[in-house]
């Protein structure tokens, strides 16, 4: 069973940076992609990026492209967020995930299809 930790959470003034962190211990096989979600209160969970694990290619929600930037180590399993230019629309519990299955260009944006999940780590960001 692999297991997800995020880690780098907290809170910032709006304009300011964040790095997540996301380690996945307990991989025995490879994984396809990884991916980092957010769900704000009262607000379904929606897609912010993810990476395929073995071309390191990276895909945005058009929210946050240009602003967050999403990359891995391979040996390490470990999975990095980069987030600058935090605006208080960013506020939210963020969520590592990855797979082993093999996603389309659209499916790796949906949560479902993930099989391994962090349990979250706030972000806060004040005006």
Known sequence: QVHMVESGGGSVQAGESLKLSCAAAGVTGSLYAMGWFRQAPGKEREFVA???????????????????????????????????????????????AATAKTLTIASIRRAPEYDFWGQGTQVTVSS
Not at 68 to 82: C, E, P
């Open 50 to 96: 993810a990476i395929t694990w073995n071309r390191g290619r990276p895909y945005y929600a058009d929210s946050v492209e240009g602003r967050f930037t999403i990359s891995r180590v391979a040996a390490k399993t470990m999975g990095y967020l980069q987030m600058d230019n935090l605006s208080v629309e960013d506020t939210a519990v963020y969520y590592c």
